[in-house]
């Protein structure tokens, strides 16, 4: 073999150091004393993550308001005890103690609420996605801007402790030039089976789900405008519900690439890795699920190190949103989790959309 030959293939051998663990904080933001009143519209599944994060904090949850009252009152009788339950959220809204609205239903019958929320005075938190269209979230996004009012999306991976430790690394310099994204997830979904509301969701891995990674990117990405999508989605034959379980994702920005890659369908050995590479270093979280990652494994020009995480998704992803909408109330700014910022989010995912249907890219002008 000749010299030139020699390690052909092979990565140069690097001697690699233990480093110190850098200070980065990725734990979901508390206000100092505003504590006000909240109500809470919609009980259905996804609230009692709401409820049971809200508890932990101490937030004051005084209203819930639920079509079918029974829902509501075993979720009072879980949580918040002496909270008042309604069948129509307008009595909630009518209650002038209230300052701050976390509406949960489906973006199609959510839409109407927000609007009557703002009417009403109050502070904002939408579950994710908060519209299905870009001008219904520009119309909401003026209309809080107009009254003074903080509006908040409920995007919750923001405070997932892997993605904010990782963005915070990102904003810090951390990595350097950041030169690609890959998120790479095969997870089982199948419990969806024979749910309309999921059924029925043509974009169901894109939007409902996905929805949070198209917000990762954009925060990873921040100041950085995207250039070129190309989306792609498909079903496959062993499949037991009906939205595609297989999407791709590439999204073209100017020096970086971030590839997507979701497979909902997998019924054996899950897992969930998000890698970003930068300049001057590598980190990496690796899990089983959305749970399940609980250390990054960060590698730079002088070494490398394991850092472990506390908390999980499902914590203080909730408390986080709910956490930062207060802050901001009480600071007197936008929150992090903005509506506004938010459109941002909704463009890379009906950008998705738009390209799976004209099966083509879209590019961003």
């Not at 979901?28 to 809200?54: D, F, M, Q, S």
Request: with cysteine; glycine share 8%.
């Amino acid at each position: 073999m000749s010299k030139e030959d020699k390690g052909y293939g092979l990565s140069p051998e690097k001697k690699i150091k233990n480093i110190l663990t850098p200070v980065i904080n990725y734990h979901p933001p508390k206000p100092k004393k505003y504590n006000p009143a909240i109500g809470l519209v919609g009980t259905g599944g996804i609230a009692e993550y709401h409820l049971k994060n809200y508890r932990a904090c101490g937030f004051n949850i005084v209203a819930l308001a639920n079509r079918t009252v029974e829902k509501a009152e075993l979720m009072r009788e879980k949580f918040f005890p002496d909270a008042k339950v309604y069948s129509d959220y307008h009595q909630l809204l009518k209650d002038d103690n209230i300052e701050v609205v976390d509406v949960t239903p489906h973006p199609a019958e959510r839409l109407p609420i927000l609007h009557y929320c703002l009417d009403s005075g109050k502070h904002v938190l939408s579950q994710k996605p908060f519209v299905l269209n870009y001008s219904d979230g520009k119309k909401l996004v003026q209309k809080a801007e107009k009254k003074n009012l903080k509006f908040a999306v409920n995007q919750n991976g923001r405070w997932a402790p892997h993605f904010c430790y990782i963005r915070n690394a990102i904003k810090k310099g951390i990595l350097g030039n950041i030169a690609s994204i890959d998120f790479n997830l095969q997870w089982d979904q199948t419990w969806i089976k024979g749910i309309p509301s999921f059924e029925k969701m043509d974009d169901l891995i894109l939007f409902d789900f996905g929805i949070h990674w198209f917000d990762i990117t954009s925060c990873f990405m921040e100041g950085r405008k995207p250039q070129i999508l190309y989306a792609s989605t498909r079903h496959h034959s062993g499949q037991v519900y009906q939205p595609p379980a297989l999407a791709s994702i590439i999204i073209d920005y100017d020096e970086t690439q971030v590839r997507i890659s979701f497979n909902g369908h997998c019924t054996n050995g899950e897992e969930d890795v998000t890698t970003v590479v930068g300049s001057m270093g590598t980190i990496r979280s690796r899990g089983t699920g959305l749970n399940e990652q609980n250390n990054i494994e960060l590698y730079l020009e002088n070494g490398s190190v394991h850092v472990p995480l506390k908390g999980s998704w499902f914590e203080s992803g909730f408390q986080g949103t709910m956490g930062e909408l207060l802050c901001a109330i009480e600071d007197d700014r936008q929150p992090y989790n903005s509506a506004l910022n938010n459109l941002k989010t909704l463009e890379l995912c009906f950008a998705a959309q738009k390209s799976i249907q004209q099966k083509s890219p879209i590019r961003f002008t």
